[in-house]
């Protein structure tokens, strides 16, 4: 098992879904290992996946990609500190003029690449801090405060020495299924994204945990559903992880739970 590197370390003032933890910069010494992730698709359909680097982080090679139902890619994050965001783009195609879009979660570069771009709402989103150096933990929460269009996990797969929760992080419910009426986002009759409560209200500072959140909530407690929302925030020492779309098939038999009524959340 690869060892982290100690390394020399200046403190950060924000970070942005992190925003109360004072965390490492990108200082490190060459020879310092690189963290995977292991990005698999187990939809039984395609999803392009799209993942962009936070500001002052270094960028890796790709910025979006298709999978194939059970295909897989695996990632190398640059050495040191990395930090950015990772989703699955939907019902994508090229137009007869060669312009790239997708119904759920499209960067808007027209390309399958996401280089400059940034997700369109409503979409579920991994959100990574990743720390390659010696006794540094990362951060990591799979996040549906900017919508649902995909079940989606991240999980440690090589932790190493040191501490944290370690756990999973997201959710493997369909949301779309059981999305109120108010909130979908339909394509050709079918519901591909659920929006969320501060997206339909266009009020980010209201997304805290009142009727629709704690609706979501409950279906899925580990993950991030409203701004102020930190109990799905895991940490962990780990020199791989798992970002699964789809992690488990979606059972009908959560239809049987209600949506909220008169919801003002």
Request: hydrophobic share 30%.
């Amino acid at each position: 098992m690869t060892t982290r590197r100690a390394i020399r370390f200046t403190r950060l003032s924000r970070y942005p879904f992190v925003s109360s933890l004072d965390l490492c910069s990108q200082a490190f010494f060459v020879g310092d290992p690189t963290i995977t992730l292991n990005v698999i698709n187990q939809c039984n359909h395609k999803v392009w996946a799209a993942i962009l680097q936070n500001s002052g982080s270094p960028t890796i090679p790709t910025s979006g990609f298709s999978l194939k139902p059970g295909e897989s890619k695996t990632l190398s994050v640059p050495a040191g500190t990395w930090s950015g965001r990772l989703w699955g783009r939907t019902r994508c195609n090229h137009d007869d003029a060669g312009k790239f879009s997708c119904v759920t979660g499209d960067c808007g570069t027209a390309t399958v690449e996401c280089s400059t771009g940034r997700f369109t709402p409503p979409v579920s989103v991994a959100e990574l801090f990743l720390n390659s150096s010696a006794g540094e933990l990362d951060w990591y929460d799979i996040s549906f405060v900017d919508g649902f269009n995909l079940p989606m996990s991240v999980a440690p797969t090589d932790a190493t020495s040191g501490s944290g929760s370690c756990s999973i992080s997201g959710c493997d419910v369909d949301l779309n299924r059981l999305c109120p009426t108010e909130l979908r986002m339909d394509h050709k009759g079918q519901t591909m994204a659920c929006k969320s409560s501060c997206d339909a209200r266009a009020v980010p500072t209201s997304c805290e945990p009142k009727s629709y959140s704690e609706y979501f909530k409950n279906l899925c407690p580990r993950a991030r559903v409203y701004a102020s929302d930190r109990t799905s925030l895991m940490s962990c020492s780990s020199l791989a992880y798992d970002v699964i779309f789809c992690p488990s098939s979606s059972s009908p038999a959560n239809n049987s739970r209600s949506s909220p009524a008169n919801s003002t959340g």
